[in-house]
Protein backbone atom coordinates (compact mmCIF):
# COMPACT_ATOMS: atom_id res chain seq x y z
CA UNK A 1 0.00 0.00 0.00
CA UNK A 2 1.23 3.75 -0.95
CA UNK A 3 1.98 5.88 1.89
CA UNK A 4 -0.24 8.44 2.39
CA UNK A 5 2.31 11.11 2.07
CA UNK A 6 -0.20 14.38 2.55
CA UNK A 7 -1.10 12.94 6.16
CA UNK A 8 2.78 12.73 6.56
CA UNK A 9 3.05 16.29 5.19
CA UNK A 10 0.27 17.37 7.43
CA UNK A 11 2.04 15.92 10.66
CA UNK A 12 5.23 17.13 10.15
CA UNK A 13 3.71 20.64 9.52
CA UNK A 14 1.94 20.41 12.59
CA UNK A 15 4.95 19.36 14.68
CA UNK A 16 7.37 22.13 12.95
CA UNK A 17 4.28 24.48 14.49
CA UNK A 18 4.08 23.06 17.84
CA UNK A 19 7.86 23.53 18.19
CA UNK A 20 7.94 26.98 16.71
CA UNK A 21 4.74 28.36 18.71
CA UNK A 22 6.79 26.68 21.77
CA UNK A 23 9.67 28.54 20.83
CA UNK A 24 7.83 32.00 20.42
CA UNK A 25 6.07 31.25 23.75
CA UNK A 26 9.29 30.73 25.29
CA UNK A 27 10.90 33.99 23.71
CA UNK A 28 7.82 36.08 24.80
CA UNK A 29 8.18 34.92 28.02
CA UNK A 30 12.13 35.51 27.98
CA UNK A 31 11.14 39.48 26.86
CA UNK A 32 8.21 39.55 29.46
CA UNK A 33 10.69 38.90 32.19
CA UNK A 34 13.38 40.85 30.66
CA UNK A 35 10.38 43.93 30.46
CA UNK A 36 9.13 43.93 33.88
CA UNK A 37 12.69 43.19 35.76
CA UNK A 38 13.70 46.34 33.63
CA UNK A 39 10.44 48.28 34.88
CA UNK A 40 11.18 47.21 38.07
CA UNK A 41 15.11 48.52 37.55
CA UNK A 42 13.80 51.67 36.74
CA UNK A 43 10.88 52.11 39.78
CA UNK A 44 13.42 51.12 42.00
CA UNK A 45 16.17 53.75 40.54
CA UNK A 46 13.61 56.36 40.62
CA UNK A 47 12.46 55.77 43.85
CA UNK A 48 16.23 56.31 45.01
CA UNK A 49 16.82 59.15 43.07
CA UNK A 50 13.85 60.98 44.74
CA UNK A 51 14.64 59.73 48.01
CA UNK A 52 18.08 61.70 47.86
CA UNK A 53 16.38 64.90 46.12
CA UNK A 54 13.71 64.87 48.81
CA UNK A 55 16.03 64.47 51.83
CA UNK A 56 18.74 66.81 50.18
CA UNK A 57 15.68 69.67 49.44
CA UNK A 58 14.12 69.19 53.25
CA UNK A 59 17.61 69.64 54.95
CA UNK A 60 18.56 72.78 52.58
CA UNK A 61 14.70 74.15 52.51
CA UNK A 62 14.27 73.53 56.41
CA UNK A 63 17.82 75.95 56.98
CA UNK A 64 16.27 78.89 55.03
CA UNK A 65 13.15 78.81 57.50
CA UNK A 66 15.89 78.37 60.52
CA UNK A 67 15.67 81.39 62.47
CA UNK A 68 18.63 83.94 63.30
CA UNK A 69 19.51 82.50 66.78
CA UNK A 70 19.60 79.16 65.27
CA UNK A 71 22.89 80.20 62.88
CA UNK A 72 24.39 76.42 63.99
CA UNK A 73 21.33 74.88 63.27
CA UNK A 74 20.80 76.45 59.96
CA UNK A 75 24.63 75.61 58.66
CA UNK A 76 23.87 72.15 59.71
CA UNK A 77 21.30 71.26 58.10
CA UNK A 78 22.66 73.11 54.55
CA UNK A 79 26.05 70.96 54.72
CA UNK A 80 23.92 67.65 55.89
CA UNK A 81 22.04 67.83 52.62
CA UNK A 82 24.83 69.36 50.45
CA UNK A 83 27.14 66.11 52.06
CA UNK A 84 24.14 63.70 51.23
CA UNK A 85 23.63 64.70 47.32
CA UNK A 86 27.77 64.76 47.19
CA UNK A 87 27.99 61.52 47.86
CA UNK A 88 24.79 60.59 45.40
CA UNK A 89 26.65 62.16 42.88
CA UNK A 90 29.85 60.22 43.68
CA UNK A 91 28.67 56.65 43.63
CA UNK A 92 27.01 57.08 40.54
CA UNK A 93 30.51 58.28 38.85
CA UNK A 94 33.75 58.81 40.27
CA UNK A 95 34.87 62.29 40.38
CA UNK A 96 37.26 63.02 37.78
CA UNK A 97 39.13 66.35 38.16
CA UNK A 98 39.88 66.22 34.51
CA UNK A 99 36.24 66.57 33.33
CA UNK A 100 35.39 68.94 35.42
CA UNK A 101 38.36 71.41 34.37
CA UNK A 102 35.89 73.88 32.36
CA UNK A 103 34.03 74.43 35.65
CA UNK A 104 37.39 74.89 37.96
CA UNK A 105 39.21 77.18 35.46
CA UNK A 106 36.75 79.29 35.62
CA UNK A 107 36.59 79.61 39.16
CA UNK A 108 39.97 79.02 39.91
CA UNK A 109 41.00 83.28 39.98
CA UNK A 110 38.14 83.93 42.17
CA UNK A 111 39.69 81.22 44.95
CA UNK A 112 42.96 82.28 44.44
CA UNK A 113 42.36 85.76 45.29
CA UNK A 114 40.35 84.16 48.62
CA UNK A 115 43.08 82.84 49.67
CA UNK A 116 45.37 85.79 48.80
CA UNK A 117 43.22 87.19 51.12
CA UNK A 118 43.44 84.28 53.86
CA UNK A 119 47.15 84.09 53.78
CA UNK A 120 47.40 88.54 54.11
CA UNK A 121 45.35 87.72 57.15
CA UNK A 122 46.93 84.43 58.47
CA UNK A 123 46.18 83.60 62.00
CA UNK A 124 42.59 85.13 61.48
CA UNK A 125 39.74 82.56 62.06
CA UNK A 126 37.65 84.30 59.78
CA UNK A 127 39.38 84.66 56.85
CA UNK A 128 40.35 80.89 57.03
CA UNK A 129 36.74 79.95 57.39
CA UNK A 130 35.80 81.74 54.45
CA UNK A 131 38.14 80.34 52.52
CA UNK A 132 37.23 76.72 53.42
CA UNK A 133 33.63 77.92 52.82
CA UNK A 134 34.52 79.21 48.89
CA UNK A 135 36.54 75.64 48.65
CA UNK A 136 33.59 73.52 49.65
CA UNK A 137 31.04 75.68 47.29
CA UNK A 138 33.43 75.44 44.43
CA UNK A 139 33.89 71.41 45.00
CA UNK A 140 30.19 70.84 44.73
CA UNK A 141 29.64 72.84 41.91
CA UNK A 142 32.63 70.75 40.14
CA UNK A 143 30.84 67.68 41.47
CA UNK A 144 27.63 68.57 39.94
CA UNK A 145 29.08 69.54 36.51
CA UNK A 146 30.73 66.36 36.13
CA UNK A 147 28.12 64.13 37.25
CA UNK A 148 25.63 66.22 35.17
CA UNK A 149 26.94 64.50 32.25
CA UNK A 150 25.66 60.95 33.45
CA UNK A 151 22.04 60.38 33.00
CA UNK A 152 21.37 59.27 36.82
CA UNK A 153 23.30 62.22 37.89
CA UNK A 154 21.58 64.51 35.90
CA UNK A 155 18.06 63.11 36.83
CA UNK A 156 19.06 63.48 41.04
CA UNK A 157 20.00 66.91 40.26
CA UNK A 158 17.06 67.79 38.03
CA UNK A 159 14.71 65.94 40.71
CA UNK A 160 16.30 67.80 43.93
CA UNK A 161 15.81 71.45 41.66
CA UNK A 162 12.46 70.30 41.47
CA UNK A 163 11.20 69.45 44.61
CA UNK A 164 13.22 72.71 45.75
CA UNK A 165 10.74 74.76 43.54
CA UNK A 166 7.63 73.02 44.69
CA UNK A 167 8.60 72.96 48.23
CA UNK A 168 9.23 77.20 48.09
CA UNK A 169 5.91 77.53 46.56
CA UNK A 170 3.92 75.84 49.35
CA UNK A 171 5.99 77.91 51.68
CA UNK A 172 5.28 81.00 49.88
CA UNK A 173 1.58 80.28 49.80
CA UNK A 174 1.49 79.48 53.21
CA UNK A 175 2.69 82.81 54.30
CA UNK A 176 0.42 84.65 52.25
CA UNK A 177 -2.32 84.79 55.01
CA UNK A 178 0.34 85.93 57.43
CA UNK A 179 0.94 89.28 55.10
CA UNK A 180 -2.36 90.06 54.17
CA UNK A 181 -3.53 89.97 57.41
CA UNK A 182 -5.03 93.69 58.50
CA UNK A 183 -4.79 94.70 54.76
CA UNK A 184 -2.06 94.78 52.37
CA UNK A 185 0.20 98.20 51.01
CA UNK A 186 3.68 97.83 49.70
CA UNK A 187 5.14 99.90 52.36
CA UNK A 188 3.70 97.06 55.13
CA UNK A 189 4.40 94.34 53.18
CA UNK A 190 8.29 95.86 52.90
CA UNK A 191 8.34 95.60 56.95
CA UNK A 192 6.68 92.38 57.21
CA UNK A 193 9.83 91.23 54.90
CA UNK A 194 12.85 92.86 56.75
CA UNK A 195 10.83 91.81 60.32
CA UNK A 196 10.52 88.11 58.53
CA UNK A 197 14.37 88.19 58.42
CA UNK A 198 15.53 89.81 61.52
CA UNK A 199 13.26 87.43 63.66
CA UNK A 200 12.11 84.46 62.02
CA UNK A 201 15.65 84.31 59.41
CA UNK A 202 13.09 83.99 56.51
CA UNK A 203 14.29 85.41 53.82
CA UNK A 204 11.92 86.85 51.02
CA UNK A 205 13.88 87.75 48.50
CA UNK A 206 16.48 84.96 48.67
CA UNK A 207 13.04 82.29 48.69
CA UNK A 208 12.02 83.99 45.66
CA UNK A 209 15.79 84.14 44.21
CA UNK A 210 15.83 80.09 44.33
CA UNK A 211 12.74 79.99 42.80
CA UNK A 212 13.58 82.19 39.63
CA UNK A 213 16.79 80.07 39.32
CA UNK A 214 15.17 77.03 39.50
CA UNK A 215 12.24 78.07 37.14
CA UNK A 216 15.39 78.59 34.63
CA UNK A 217 16.94 75.55 34.96
CA UNK A 218 13.96 73.61 34.64
CA UNK A 219 12.38 75.37 31.69
CA UNK A 220 13.16 73.00 28.84
CA UNK A 221 12.15 69.89 30.91
CA UNK A 222 9.39 67.78 29.85
CA UNK A 223 5.75 68.67 28.72
CA UNK A 224 4.22 66.16 31.44
CA UNK A 225 5.32 68.68 34.43
CA UNK A 226 4.61 71.37 32.57
CA UNK A 227 1.91 72.78 34.18
CA UNK A 228 3.59 72.48 37.19
CA UNK A 229 6.43 74.68 36.00
CA UNK A 230 3.47 77.15 35.05
CA UNK A 231 1.86 77.06 38.48
CA UNK A 232 5.22 77.73 40.35
CA UNK A 233 5.96 80.79 37.55
CA UNK A 234 2.66 82.06 38.82
CA UNK A 235 3.40 81.81 42.49
CA UNK A 236 6.74 83.70 41.87
CA UNK A 237 4.98 86.13 40.42
CA UNK A 238 2.75 86.84 42.94
CA UNK A 239 4.96 85.99 45.95
CA UNK A 240 7.53 88.63 44.31
CA UNK A 241 4.67 91.07 44.70
CA UNK A 242 3.29 90.19 47.82
CA UNK A 243 6.26 90.43 49.70
CA UNK A 244 8.08 93.39 47.97
CA UNK A 245 10.76 91.31 46.54
CA UNK A 246 12.07 93.28 43.25
CA UNK A 247 15.43 92.01 42.88
CA UNK A 248 14.98 88.75 41.72
CA UNK A 249 11.88 89.38 39.33
CA UNK A 250 13.42 92.19 37.65
CA UNK A 251 16.44 90.88 36.94
CA UNK A 252 14.42 87.72 35.55
CA UNK A 253 12.54 89.33 33.21
CA UNK A 254 15.47 91.93 32.07
CA UNK A 255 17.74 88.66 31.10
CA UNK A 256 15.70 86.73 30.08
CA UNK A 257 14.28 89.21 27.78
CA UNK A 258 17.61 90.45 26.56
CA UNK A 259 19.27 86.45 25.93
CA UNK A 260 16.02 85.70 24.04
CA UNK A 261 16.10 88.71 21.83
CA UNK A 262 19.55 88.01 21.31
CA UNK A 263 19.55 84.88 20.38
CA UNK A 264 17.09 85.09 18.08
CA UNK A 265 19.02 87.70 15.98
CA UNK A 266 21.84 85.17 16.09
CA UNK A 267 19.53 82.42 14.48
CA UNK A 268 17.33 84.49 12.11
CA UNK A 269 20.51 85.80 10.42
CA UNK A 270 22.40 82.12 10.65
CA UNK A 271 25.21 83.74 12.08
CA UNK A 272 28.01 82.18 14.67
CA UNK A 273 29.26 83.75 17.90
CA UNK A 274 33.04 84.52 17.23
CA UNK A 275 35.15 83.99 20.11
CA UNK A 276 36.31 87.76 19.49
CA UNK A 277 32.22 88.39 19.69
CA UNK A 278 31.79 86.65 22.60
CA UNK A 279 34.68 88.70 24.29
CA UNK A 280 33.97 91.59 23.36
CA UNK A 281 30.16 91.25 24.68
CA UNK A 282 31.82 89.94 28.10
CA UNK A 283 33.80 92.77 28.19
CA UNK A 284 31.12 95.46 27.63
CA UNK A 285 28.50 93.42 29.44
CA UNK A 286 30.84 94.11 32.69
CA UNK A 287 32.50 97.29 32.19
CA UNK A 288 28.99 99.29 31.06
CA UNK A 289 27.39 98.42 35.14
CA UNK A 290 30.67 99.05 36.22
CA UNK A 291 30.58 102.74 34.92
CA UNK A 292 26.33 103.43 35.65
CA UNK A 293 27.64 101.89 39.41
CA UNK A 294 30.30 104.50 39.81
CA UNK A 295 27.86 107.58 38.53
CA UNK A 296 25.42 106.03 41.04
CA UNK A 297 27.61 106.25 43.85
CA UNK A 298 29.32 109.88 43.14
CA UNK A 299 25.79 111.19 42.77
CA UNK A 300 23.56 109.70 45.84
CA UNK A 301 20.73 112.67 44.73
CA UNK A 302 20.16 111.06 41.42
CA UNK A 303 17.26 109.56 39.67
CA UNK A 304 18.90 106.24 40.00
CA UNK A 305 19.68 106.32 43.30
CA UNK A 306 16.28 106.77 44.84
CA UNK A 307 15.87 102.74 43.35
CA UNK A 308 18.69 102.04 46.01
CA UNK A 309 16.33 101.50 48.80
CA UNK A 310 18.87 102.56 51.31
CA UNK A 311 21.72 100.98 49.47
CA UNK A 312 23.26 104.36 48.42
CA UNK A 313 24.58 104.56 51.91
CA UNK A 314 26.00 101.31 51.98
CA UNK A 315 27.63 101.92 49.15
CA UNK A 316 29.17 104.99 50.86
CA UNK A 317 30.60 103.78 53.11
CA UNK A 318 32.18 100.21 51.02
CA UNK A 319 34.56 103.00 49.92
CA UNK A 320 35.48 104.38 52.71
CA UNK A 321 36.39 101.17 54.15
CA UNK A 322 38.08 100.24 51.01
CA UNK A 323 40.45 103.02 51.36
CA UNK A 324 41.51 101.86 54.74
CA UNK A 325 43.16 99.13 52.58
CA UNK A 326 43.22 99.45 49.09
CA UNK A 327 45.19 96.35 48.36
CA UNK A 328 43.91 93.59 50.40
CA UNK A 329 40.90 95.15 51.70
CA UNK A 330 39.37 95.12 54.91
CA UNK A 331 38.54 91.46 55.32
CA UNK A 332 35.52 89.02 56.19
CA UNK A 333 34.24 91.85 58.54
CA UNK A 334 34.45 94.99 56.12
CA UNK A 335 30.37 95.44 57.10
CA UNK A 336 30.84 95.91 60.61
CA UNK A 337 34.02 98.13 60.74
CA UNK A 338 32.83 100.02 58.20
CA UNK A 339 29.00 100.35 60.41
CA UNK A 340 31.06 101.24 63.26
CA UNK A 341 33.42 103.84 61.71
CA UNK A 342 31.83 104.97 58.98
CA UNK A 343 28.09 105.65 59.27
CA UNK A 344 28.04 109.28 59.41
CA UNK A 345 29.53 109.67 55.80
CA UNK A 346 26.43 107.50 54.22
CA UNK A 347 24.04 109.74 52.33
CA UNK A 348 20.60 108.47 54.18
CA UNK A 349 17.42 109.09 52.85
CA UNK A 350 15.50 107.66 56.15
CA UNK A 351 16.13 107.43 59.52
CA UNK A 352 15.42 103.42 59.95
CA UNK A 353 17.77 102.79 57.39
CA UNK A 354 20.39 104.46 59.63
CA UNK A 355 19.20 101.48 62.49
CA UNK A 356 18.74 98.79 59.75
CA UNK A 357 22.99 98.95 59.23
CA UNK A 358 23.79 99.25 62.83
CA UNK A 359 22.13 96.09 62.94
CA UNK A 360 23.05 94.11 60.09
CA UNK A 361 25.08 91.27 61.22
CA UNK A 362 25.36 90.23 57.30
CA UNK A 363 24.48 90.11 53.98
CA UNK A 364 27.52 92.53 52.95
CA UNK A 365 27.43 95.81 51.30
CA UNK A 366 24.16 94.89 48.96
CA UNK A 367 26.39 94.86 46.55
CA UNK A 368 29.39 92.36 45.36
CA UNK A 369 31.24 94.63 43.65
CA UNK A 370 31.64 96.93 46.25
CA UNK A 371 31.69 94.49 48.71
CA UNK A 372 34.59 92.45 47.12
CA UNK A 373 36.61 95.91 46.84
CA UNK A 374 35.58 96.53 50.61
CA UNK A 375 36.29 93.28 51.83
CA UNK A 376 39.31 92.07 49.35
CA UNK A 377 40.81 95.37 47.93
CA UNK A 378 42.04 95.12 44.35
CA UNK A 379 42.71 91.82 44.22
CA UNK A 380 39.69 90.89 45.16
CA UNK A 381 38.18 92.86 42.23
CA UNK A 382 40.20 91.91 40.00
CA UNK A 383 39.63 87.85 40.62
CA UNK A 384 35.95 88.37 40.71
CA UNK A 385 35.98 89.97 37.02
CA UNK A 386 38.30 87.36 35.51
CA UNK A 387 35.79 84.73 36.70
CA UNK A 388 32.91 87.04 35.63
CA UNK A 389 34.60 87.57 32.53
CA UNK A 390 35.23 83.38 32.10
CA UNK A 391 31.88 82.73 32.53
CA UNK A 392 30.29 85.31 30.30
CA UNK A 393 32.12 84.09 27.29
CA UNK A 394 31.50 80.80 28.15
CA UNK A 395 27.70 81.12 28.21
CA UNK A 396 27.96 84.02 24.79
CA UNK A 397 30.14 81.78 23.41
CA UNK A 398 27.30 79.07 22.92
CA UNK A 399 24.46 81.74 22.59
CA UNK A 400 23.40 80.54 19.30
CA UNK A 401 22.18 77.15 20.84
CA UNK A 402 18.93 76.91 22.28
CA UNK A 403 20.37 74.09 24.72
CA UNK A 404 22.53 76.58 26.17
CA UNK A 405 19.64 79.76 26.53
CA UNK A 406 18.88 78.74 30.55
CA UNK A 407 23.00 79.02 31.33
CA UNK A 408 23.26 82.13 29.19
CA UNK A 409 19.71 83.62 31.08
CA UNK A 410 20.97 82.58 34.70
CA UNK A 411 24.17 84.26 34.27
CA UNK A 412 22.19 87.29 33.56
CA UNK A 413 20.41 86.86 36.21
CA UNK A 414 22.52 86.76 38.29
CA UNK A 415 25.20 89.55 36.81
CA UNK A 416 22.02 92.31 37.24
CA UNK A 417 21.21 91.36 41.07
CA UNK A 418 25.12 91.29 41.59
CA UNK A 419 24.63 95.22 41.59
CA UNK A 420 21.85 95.24 44.43
CA UNK A 421 22.70 92.40 46.14
CA UNK A 422 26.10 89.71 47.51
CA UNK A 423 25.07 86.47 48.24
CA UNK A 424 23.92 83.82 44.91
CA UNK A 425 27.05 84.05 42.87
CA UNK A 426 30.46 84.23 44.38
CA UNK A 427 29.42 85.97 47.48
CA UNK A 428 28.60 82.96 49.48
CA UNK A 429 27.15 84.47 52.48
CA UNK A 430 23.57 83.15 52.56
CA UNK A 431 24.74 79.51 52.37
CA UNK A 432 21.96 77.68 51.71
CA UNK A 433 20.68 79.94 48.76
CA UNK A 434 24.73 79.97 46.95
CA UNK A 435 24.32 76.44 46.98
CA UNK A 436 21.27 75.83 44.91
CA UNK A 437 22.59 78.39 42.79
CA UNK A 438 26.28 76.58 42.61
CA UNK A 439 24.23 73.32 41.26
CA UNK A 440 21.74 75.31 39.15
CA UNK A 441 24.78 77.08 37.11
CA UNK A 442 26.85 74.08 37.10
CA UNK A 443 23.86 71.63 35.24
CA UNK A 444 23.13 74.04 32.97
CA UNK A 445 26.77 74.65 32.51
CA UNK A 446 26.90 71.14 31.50
CA UNK A 447 24.03 71.17 28.97
CA UNK A 448 25.11 74.27 27.44
CA UNK A 449 28.71 72.66 27.10
CA UNK A 450 28.62 69.06 26.45
CA UNK A 451 24.90 67.61 26.55
CA UNK A 452 24.36 63.72 27.73
CA UNK A 453 25.36 61.39 24.60
CA UNK A 454 25.35 57.46 26.01
CA UNK A 455 27.62 58.58 28.69
CA UNK A 456 26.34 56.07 30.82
CA UNK A 457 28.00 53.43 28.68
CA UNK A 458 31.55 54.78 28.69
CA UNK A 459 31.70 53.62 32.44
CA UNK A 460 31.36 49.67 31.29
CA UNK A 461 34.36 47.62 30.71
CA UNK A 462 35.77 47.53 27.30
CA UNK A 463 34.97 44.08 26.17
CA UNK A 464 30.79 44.79 27.24
CA UNK A 465 30.85 47.68 25.09
CA UNK A 466 31.97 45.58 22.34
CA UNK A 467 29.54 43.46 23.06
CA UNK A 468 27.29 46.05 23.57
CA UNK A 469 27.72 47.53 20.28
CA UNK A 470 27.30 43.85 18.72
CA UNK A 471 24.48 43.81 19.86
CA UNK A 472 22.76 47.32 18.88
CA UNK A 473 23.72 46.33 15.41
CA UNK A 474 21.95 42.99 15.17
CA UNK A 475 18.79 44.39 16.15
CA UNK A 476 16.31 44.26 13.52
CA UNK A 477 14.38 47.80 12.18
CA UNK A 478 11.23 48.25 14.58
Not at 263 to 278: C, W
Request: glycine letters at 8%; proline letters at 3%.
Amino acid sequence: MRPDWSLTFTIEEFGAKAILLNQMNGRTAITGNASAKRMLSYAAGASVEWLVAITVGILVCGSLLAPQSGAAWQASMWRGGSLVLALALVVVLKFNVARAGPFIVIFASWLFVVAIGAIARIGQTDSLNELIRHIYMIGIGALTYQACGSKIGSSIVRKFIWFTLVAIAIICIALVPDVMSGGWSWDKARVYKAVSLSERGIGFNSLILIMVVALVTLAKSSKAVTWVWITAFGVMLASSFLFATRAPFVSMAVAWAAVAAYSLHIRLGNQSVTRFGATALAVIGLALPLVALALIVSDPASPLARFGAGRIALWQISIAVWQENPIFGAGPNALMFGAQEFLNIGSFTAHYERNSILNLSGGGFHNLWLDTLASKGLIGLIGLLISYFLLLRTGLLRAADPQAMPFVILLFILLTRSFVEVSGQYGYQNSPLDLVVMIAIAATMRDAIAPIVWQENEARPEKFKRLWRVRRLNQPYA
